[in-house]
């Protein structure tokens, strides 16, 4: 019973691309002695990897599907979304790069006015199209068929034409170091382009980005203002953060520990 246990246990995260100890619990009727063994033999195995309360897919090489990523902390991200859109103004113009976090931030845009909003994500701009009162302005390039990405060097080629006020960025991965990781060295480009070319740029990433791994770099932490998220696990990371002048703003605790950067 425990190998079709664990191996049902597999199936969900590569479903779903996450999973909590609680919900397992509930999910199969067994004691959380008898869930942390399964998790941690399948950790032993490397076909998942723990997290803080429970555990994920263990690739660092290849991102989990769209539609898993949509439903990982899903909550948490549309917080984030709520707390930037507190940041960005009406007549205001921004990037917003490819992501599922930064999908929700689109969403809790959508009654501003007056913005222009630039995007490699047609998730996006299908999202904000019917919106009047903001520009949506569409990047050229390849689209990737996963997940409505738009990615390449014309895709960079586009952003370069443009200096807007604020860059809403996602990344895959962020590393104890601070480095901003992902897994596609062609979304990475566009991404990179986005960040030399804003006056204001906010990292979006829940607090799973902190425990996953990815093997392209985008950037660094130093090469943003203002990071929200819903926890920023661990001291070192926030001194880390306080060193750069990186304003966090937490929404699980409703914290925003603002500092001054130029």
Sequence with gaps: MSDRRRQQILDIVREVGAVSVDDLIQRFDVTPQTIRKDLNRLCDERLLARTHGGAQLASSVENMSYEARGVLAREQKMAIGRAVAAIVPDNASL???IGTTTEAVAQALLHHSQLMVITNNINVASLMRPYHQNKVIIASGEVRSSDG??????AVDFINQFKVDFAVVGASAIDEQGALLDFDYREVKVSQAILSNARHVILVADSSKHERR???RIGHISQVHSFVTDYCP???FRRLLSGFEVRLIETR???DQSVSKP
């Design 234 to 236: 661990g001291p070192a």
């Design 253 to 255: 605790n409703g914290q």
């Design 149 to 154: 990405g738009i990615i390449g060097e014309s």
């Design 95 to 97: 990037f917003v790069n």
């Design 214 to 216: 990815a093997p392209v």
